[in-house]
């Protein structure tokens, strides 16, 4: 598992706008959707709240990989990307759902990015 680096935490802090989630499906198809219910819960995890969800929980459920992408202020494009656990109870879904999650979205599930690699533009990080 790879960790954030740095810049990359910078970048997450200052990040504007919503964030891009791609998962792939099991015939390789991938499943973008914009995310903003998103906490960075550790150097190597990226919690997704599932608020919505449909292709992309079955993708999550078959095993997929995934990617986020965000961009900062200035312009500068962030890639992370990893494997995927699923969560509809215990310290992570808790967390979600009683600590950062707004009452106004019902947290099906937290989705959790385990940090492989990370990019800048095509420049990879970790």
Not at 25 to 36: F, L, Q, S
């Amino acid at each position: 598992m790879a960790k954030l680096p740095e810049i990359a935490i910078k970048a997450w802090d200052e990040h504007e706008g919503p964030l891009v989630f791609t998962t792939v499906d099991k015939n390789g198809m991938p499943n973008t959707i914009y995310v903003v219910c998103v906490k960075r819960i550790d150097d190597d995890k990226i919690v997704v709240a599932n608020n919505k969800m449909h292709k992309t929980l079955e993708n999550i459920k078959a095993g997929t990989k995934a990617s986020i992408l965000y961009i900062t202020k200035e312009k500068k494009a962030f890639q992370i990307k990893g494997t995927l656990d699923y969560h509809i109870d215990g310290d992570i879904y808790e967390d979600m759902k009683n600590r950062w999650l707004d009452k106004k979205y019902p947290g099906h599930g937290a989705v959790v990015l385990n940090i492989e690699e990370v990019y800048s533009g095509a420049e990879q990080l970790a």
